[in-house]
């Protein structure tokens, strides 16, 4: 039995199965620690979390050569399209991002990630992403399947609202 097994449910409802409380602690404390990097990482960058999340969607939007406009990024972020202006605005004004017209929409404008920012974001979160994928490399296919089942049911199951 492993010493996660062997530890006191922290959960305050009760389960007869160490083994299900231990999982769920152990994706707690991931989580944890997630939350606290990205605090070190809008700290290091001097960003808050939109920000950062806005940057990090347009450096993968780039990658796929995909078209990015403000209405996605709303939809994304989950907040109003002027908290998204207000945001670009912030963006623009400090160097990280730049907005052009639309290629087919005149009436939109697609939004951009800077050469700049992009080396920074890799900069600052190169080595983090470098370690967790020494994390999953060495996992064989069948396991990392399991892992990624498991989040997917975790990620319906927060997702789903009670009525």
Do not use: K
């Amino acid at each position: 039995m492993s010493d996660s097994e062997r530890r006191p449910p922290s959960y305050w409802y009760a389960d007869a199965d160490a083994r299900s409380t231990s999982a769920l602690e152990a994706l707690r404390a991931y989580r944890a620690a997630e939350t606290a990097m990205r605090r070190r990482t809008q700290r290091s960058m001097d960003m808050g979390e939109n920000e950062l999340l806005v940057l990090r969607f347009l450096s993968r939007a780039r990658v796929r050569d995909e078209v990015v406009t403000p209405v996605q990024l709303s939809r994304y972020l989950g907040i109003t399209t002027a908290s998204t202006t207000a945001l670009l605005d912030r963006l623009t004004m400090s160097g990280h991002v730049t907005r052009s017209p639309h290629p087919t929409d005149r009436r939109s404008v697609v939004v951009s990630i800077t050469d700049d920012s992009e080396t920074e974001v890799r900069h600052t979160l190169g080595a983090m992403h470098e370690r967790m994928m020494a994390v999953v490399r060495p996992m064989s296919a069948r396991d990392r399947a399991t892992v990624v089942d498991f989040l997917d049911a975790m990620r319906r199951a927060v997702d789903q609202i009670d009525d």
